[in-house]
């Protein structure tokens, strides 16, 4: 029960990643607001949570949005007083070549990335700075932040962005508020599963497992245990750090 | 946290056990349910080290080993096996420190840096994935190989030339090494930790005994304050779990967010 106690916000709580960090952080003691676009599956990951007789709360949000944002800012007053965990899981994943590119496309996907990053440190800092301990924000990056893959501009790119947003941060919050990020490689879950839809799902699956420099495919657990070492008070000297969880991809 | 047993049943090797990050590490591991070979040269730390450790339960040894000995490593894996059956952790973590600028540098010191920071990991990874390898019964051998780097090993420190350089070179055979034995189909992980400012003996060494007392001595440490070795310990027990089962070839830095201001003086 590292979490005992403690309050923490997750965005992109209705799939995936964020989804399994919600239900990790309740398992592990500490009451979750999580956050999405969708209500109907919000449904489901709330029933999920509330079955482990955990507290969770859902708020409706659009994580590009400044409104959206200083709505979850008064519902976290309103229920927690305080905020100790902030997980910025929402993002949205393209691919293909600049030609093939809008503009639009390329600025959707960094305010998906970025911009929801940004604001949710910038809208939610003043509570993580009332925490009774050292706060924690772990961003949710990816590989592509870290290395470059042809056909994939704008996420690449966006990710990179979050990264350098997460050093940043790092000097801006300290020593109040620790900000770390996870870069994790390809996990099978709703995010790939939903990029392959209509592809045979064995061959995805051991495509994904074979392009990786160690044979194996994770899933949203193990991302979700590389945030929760971040987040939790086992980190308390880590901040501004960049940690792969990519099966030695980046290692290459 | 104490009784959720990340690490039940596991074998660990940890070398410079005696004192600082090694014993924290060999702690925790311990505490976390795993069976733990302490080893280092330092016989009298190591034995009293070895005291403390065994009040909290029978899965704990010791030996002495001297990392650079290529033999002794082969006589402590036929240990672990005979005594154990398996090795599932290996914590390569003696080190040590020189003070001194580059072009001062002691050219034995630096031959005593080298031979027990680089080739010293160099050895006990061998050993270790050899031993994964003949003991991995039906499926793939397994294991998780964790390297003590530092922040020095990723940013250049002044007066510490030959130590960031040995540091450097364990950064990168973690990842050749990763690779190497991910391509192979294994399982083996091999990651390094990258600690900054940690209070053990060795950095009393370096800076002297009153240096943690004084906060101005690392007011730039974004975080503030220094770390201490459980810090590290923490790291050292996720790595070694299956909660990292999905983590090879990574760097994991605690620092308190120095290195991310080094960064932006280089
Ligand atoms: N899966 C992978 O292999 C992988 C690898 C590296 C990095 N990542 C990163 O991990 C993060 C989580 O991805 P995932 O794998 O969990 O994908 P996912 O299952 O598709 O989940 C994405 C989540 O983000 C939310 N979201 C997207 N846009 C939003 C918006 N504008 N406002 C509010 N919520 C929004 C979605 O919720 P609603 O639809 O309900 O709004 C959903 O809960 C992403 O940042 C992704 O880039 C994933
Ligand atoms: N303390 C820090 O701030 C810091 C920062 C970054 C990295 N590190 C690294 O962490 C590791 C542990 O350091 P520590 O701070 O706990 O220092 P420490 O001096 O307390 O421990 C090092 C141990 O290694 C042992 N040792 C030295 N030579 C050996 C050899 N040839 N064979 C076997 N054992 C040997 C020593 O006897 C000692 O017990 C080192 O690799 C160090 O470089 C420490």
């Known amino acids: ?252 | 946290m104490a009784n959720q047993s990340r690490v039940q049943d596991m074998v660990a090797v940890v070398t410079g056990a005696a004192t600082g990050i090694g014993f924290a590490s060999s702690k925790a591991l311990l505490e976390e349910g795993a069976t733990v070979l302490m080893t280092d040269i330092d016989e009298s730390n190591l034995n009293r080290s070895y005291k403390e450790l065994s009040a909290l339960g029978s899965s704990v040894s010791s030996s002495f080993l001297d990392v650079t000995d290529e033999n002794a490593w082969q006589v402590i894996m036929d240990r672990v096996i005979k005594d154990y059956g398996r090795l599932d952790i290996l914590l390569n973590n003696a080190g040590v420190v020189s003070h001194s600028l580059l072009r001062d540098q002691d050219m034995d010191a630096y031959q005593r840096i080298v031979d027990i920071n680089v080739n010293g990991v160099f050895l006990g990874s061998k050993s270790a994935i050899l031993t994964m390898r003949a003991n991995a019964g039906d499926g793939p051998p397994r294991g998780s190989i964790i390297n003590m780097s530092s922040i020095g090993g990723k940013r250049p420190l002044q007066t510490l030339g030959a130590y960031c350089t040995s540091k450097a070179a364990v950064a990168n055979l973690t990842k050749a090494l990763a690779i190497e034995c991910a391509e192979k189909r294994e399982f083996i992980r091999v990651n390094s930790i990258h600690p900054g400012n940690t209070k053990t003996s060795m950095t009393e060494t370096i800076y002297g005994n009153d240096y943690f007392e004084d906060e101005a001595n690392y007011k730039s440490v974004p975080l503030g304050g220094h770390g201490i070795p459980e810090d590290v310990a923490e790291a050292v027990v996720y790595l070694a779990s299956d909660e990292a089962r999905m983590v090879t070839g990574s760097e994991l830095t605690i620092d308190g967010g120095l290195s991310v201001i080094l960064a932006g003086r280089n």
């Open chain 1, 1 to 252: 029960m590292r979490f005992k106690g403690k309050t923490a916000v997750v965005t992109g709580g209705t799939s995936g990643i964020g989804k399994e960090t919600a239900v990790r952080l309740v398992k592990e003691g500490a009451e979750v607001l999580f956050t999405g676009r969708d209500e109907s599956r919000a449904e489901q990951a709330l029933q999920d949570l509330e079955k482990l007789g955990g507290r969770a709360y859902f708020q409706q949000q659009d994580v590009t949005k400044t409104e959206d944002w200083l709505r979850v800012v008064e519902q976290v007053e309103k229920t927690f007083g305080r905020l100790d965990v902030l997980v910025n899981s929402a993002g949205v994943f393209t691919y293909g070549a600049i030609e093939d590119t809008t503009y639009e496309e390329f600025k959707n996907v960094w305010r998906s990335n970025v911009d929801s990053v940004l604001l949710g440190m910038k809208h939610l800092l003043p509570l993580l700075e009332q925490a009774s301990g050292v706060a924690s924000v772990v961003n949710v990056s990816s590989l592509s932040g870290v290395m470059g893959h042809p056909d994939c501009v704008c996420y690449c790119t966006s990710k990179a962005g979050s990264l350098m947003l997460t050093r940043v941060m790092a000097l801006e919050a300290a020593p109040k508020v620790r900000v770390n990020a996870v870069a994790p490689g390809p996990v099978w879950n709703e995010l790939l599963e939903r990029a392959h839809a209509g592809q045979n799902k064995e061959e995805m699956q051991e495509y994904y497992r074979e392009s990786q420099p160690m044979k194996f495919l994770g899933d949203s657990s193990d991302v979700a245990n590389g945030i929760l070492y971040l987040a939790s008070d086992a980190a308390r000297y880590v901040t501004g750090t960049i940690f792969r969880i990519d099966a030695g991809r980046g290692a290459d």
